[in-house]
């Protein structure tokens, strides 16, 4: 499964790291909330702030919940995980954004079940891919792909699976407020999509493999990761 590139130009931070008086409509130290005080600059905050590890996940975990999302629906993981997770990054030498700008996981599920989690890299796809004993399909949000492409014009017959069609997450929204049913993505279903994301930065940060247990969702032997998956809240911040 590939990312697509969607980190920033470091270079756009050029003049934007320097300290500076917030802009008068915002309320900085509201606006950093639990994590660590630092002066403001316009490079930490608006759309910046995702490439901060203190308020963000990176380019990984922009995207993570899109297309892991794609891929535990089709492995059927929607409440599942990883029991296993290792991978390497890249992450600047400079500056104040501190995300990685390439990586590559490895994540182990049950049934042998192996997920490439990778971005940033020039030969990767952006988008989810499936890969089967009769070739591959490929899909991103508005396109597909597969190999051979007789697979894109198969007919699902009627004892197979046949997925809801989504009027739009804003009108499924909606209809579920009104009827009381389970949304077509419902926030525990958003929690273990970006789950592998979260091990995976543990790893990176860490340099090991980490060992995870998806139906208590702890982290296995691992006393210095397990304490990764929180960390200090600032004052009066608190759980």
Known sequence: ??????????????????????????????????????????????????????????????????????????????????????????????????????????????????????????????GTKWIGEDGWVWVTRGNIDAQPKKLLEEKLGPDEIHLFHSPGHWRNFLDCIKSRETTLTPCEVAHRSATPGHLGQIAMRLGRKIRFNPKTEEILDDPTATSLLGKAMRSPWHL
Request: charged share 20%.
């Open 1 to 126: 499964m590939g990312l697509p590139s969607g980190h920033t130009d470091f270079g756009e931070t050029k003049g934007q790291e320097g300290i500076c008086p917030p802009p008068i409509e915002l309320d900085y130290n509201f606006w950093l909330g639990p994590a660590l005080y630092e002066p403001y600059c316009p490079a930490r905050v608006h759309k910046n702030w995702r490439w901060v590890l203190d308020h963000g996940g990176g380019q990984l975990m922009d995207w993570v919940g899109h297309h892991v999302d794609i891929a535990h629906w089709g492995l059927g993981m929607d409440y599942g995980g990883p029991y296993e997770i290792e991978g390497s990054g890249e992450y600047p030498k400079d500056g104040l954004w501190n995300s990685p700008t390439r990586y590559r996981l490895t994540a182990k599920y049950p049934d042998e079940i192996t997920m490439i989690i990778a971005g940033g890299h020039s030969d990767i796809r952006g």
